[in-house]
């Protein structure tokens, strides 16, 4: 079954610090998508990032830098120099593929991130 | 522009009402997509529908039903509200495809005494 892992329930930075969150997931499919979404404290869900199984190479816009490894299952997140509107639930996600256009979210528990001034 | 939006925002009822959770997309996208967030548990798939006329249910669809009679809403509705279903609801919609993105709606605060 897919499942999706964050260990991280919560982290605790200085601002200007770097961080990186973790994802862990489980997959038997060959082929499907990973996702990271943020949630301010306002409570909308934002979407970040998109990477499919087949790109292994890392994203990085702006402060912010995703690492995929295919053979760890991993997929994380960091942010460079962290600011304190950073603050906020970083969800990451994993798409079902199915043809026909399915396209289901199974998302991790979320790390919520805290960065003080 | 085009957008995902959710009535009401926030909702108190009582155990054993029925409560219906609007959910309307501008987008004119197939999938859409119910979710509750609990601490914890993330983002939870309640049910989701890819055309009129289809839905299926999610992980945690028990007490809960859709109808999707057109491309724009996906209504929610607790037929009998219980406690355990106090939450923030979630509405998505997104293209046909496995590799495109959920646009979320604001959330429903749903409160049940």
């Known amino acids: 079954a897919q499942k999706v892992t964050q260990a991280q329930t919560e982290i605790s930075v200085v601002e200007k610090e770097d961080v990186t969150l973790d994802c862990v997931y489980e997959?038997?499919?060959?082929?499907?998508?990973l996702f990271w979404y943020k949630q301010p404290p306002s409570g909308e869900l934002v979407f970040l990032i998109r990477?499919?199984?087949?790109?292994?190479q890392n994203e990085i816009s702006g402060r912010y830098s995703w690492n995929f490894q295919k053979s760890t299952s991993s997929f994380n997140f960091t942010i460079t120099a962290s600011q304190v509107v950073d603050s906020a639930v970083y969800f990451c996600a994993l798409s079902e593929t199915f043809s026909g256009g399915y396209n289901k979210l199974i998302f991790g528990a979320g790390t919520r991130l805290a960065v003080h001034p | 522009d085009a957008e995902i939006t959710q009535s009401p925002r926030h909702k108190i009822t009582e155990t054993g009402r029925q409560v219906t959770l609007a959910c309307h997309q501008t987008w004119n996208h197939n999938n859409m997509f119910w979710y509750r967030q609990d601490l914890g548990h993330g983002l939870r798939l309640i049910h989701y529908s890819y055309g009129v006329h289809d839905t299926n249910k999610g992980e945690v669809s028990d007490g809960y039903s859709v109808s999707r009679s057109n491309t724009e809403d996906l209504p929610l509705t607790l037929e009998s509200a219980a406690s355990s279903q106090t939450s923030v609801y979630f509405c998505?919609?997104?293209?046909?495809?496995?590799?495109?993105?959920?646009?979320f709606g604001p959330g429903t605060r749903l409160t049940v005494l």
């Open positions: 997959t038997r499919d060959t082929t499907y998508y």
């Open positions: 990477r499919n199984s087949f790109d292994e």
């Open positions: 998505a919609s997104s293209e046909r495809g496995g590799g495109n993105e959920q646009f």
